[in-house]
């Protein structure tokens, strides 16, 4: 997901869950709720599998032809985790999704669908963000080697200052953080992003 800038789905279906996610999911509400109540932009970004997999990167399609359970759309195991979105009862709306539409769901929030690992390929991502005068982007979400490490580099590339909430993403480890520092990205931890959005909340 993109807090400021994005956290995500932050499981498969339930057989498929990415180790460290839930235990990082609670620090993942932690840093969108203080950036909903500063009314700064939210942007979450889900995969959505079609069951044929058709829409699929090659490394997956096979496996979903097959019948894994991987994000598949119009499923349970699609829907973003619980606490991240402003109201339990918001559910994906699939079809705009899959149009490449953004889903809104609340002030200055709101959900994209991305068809491969990084946030800005193919997406209106960055006009997004640039319209709403963004130029820094927060990260936070699950399986770092994949979406998040994706999306970062691909937004270093556009020029955004990026942040990596180090305990809010699941599957951290060492050659990645020293990769991000190689690019300039700042690792902070939850606590003190959240801390710091509230401040300058308060003080604006």
């Known amino acids: 997901m993109l807090a400021a800038g994005s956290a995500g789905q932050a499981a498969c ?59 598949i759309a119009w499923t349970t195991g699609a829907e973003i985790a ?31 669908f991305k068809s491969r690992w990084g946030a800005f390929y193919r997406t209106p991502l960055e006009e997004h963000l640039r319209a709403l005068g963004v130029d820094t982007v927060v990260f936070v979400g699950c399986n770092f080697p994949n979406c998040p490490r994706t999306s970062m580099y691909e937004a270093s ?5 990026v942040v990596c909430v180090e305990d809010a993403i699941s599957g951290m480890y060492e050659q990645g953080r020293r990769q991000l520092d190689n690019i300039g990205v700042i690792r902070m931890a939850a606590s003190a992003v959240a801390e710091g959005v509230e401040r300058v909340s308060e003080s604006t």
């Open 13 to 71: 279906e339930c057989s498929n869950e990415i180790a460290g996610t839930s235990a990082a999911l609670p620090v993942m509400q932690r840093v969108v709720h203080a950036f909903r109540k500063s009314a700064r932009p939210i942007v979450h970004i889900v995969r959505l599998y079609l069951a044929d997999g058709s829409n699929a990167e090659l490394c997956r399609r096979s496996a979903l032809q097959l019948g894994a359970q991987m994000l």
């Open 82 to 112: 619980e606490g991240l979105l402003p109201s339990p009862s918001i559910q994906l709306d699939t079809q705009l999704l899959l149009s490449g539409r953004i889903q809104s769901v609340g002030e200055r929030e709101g959900i994209l």
């Open 157 to 161: 590339e556009r020029d955004f200052r």
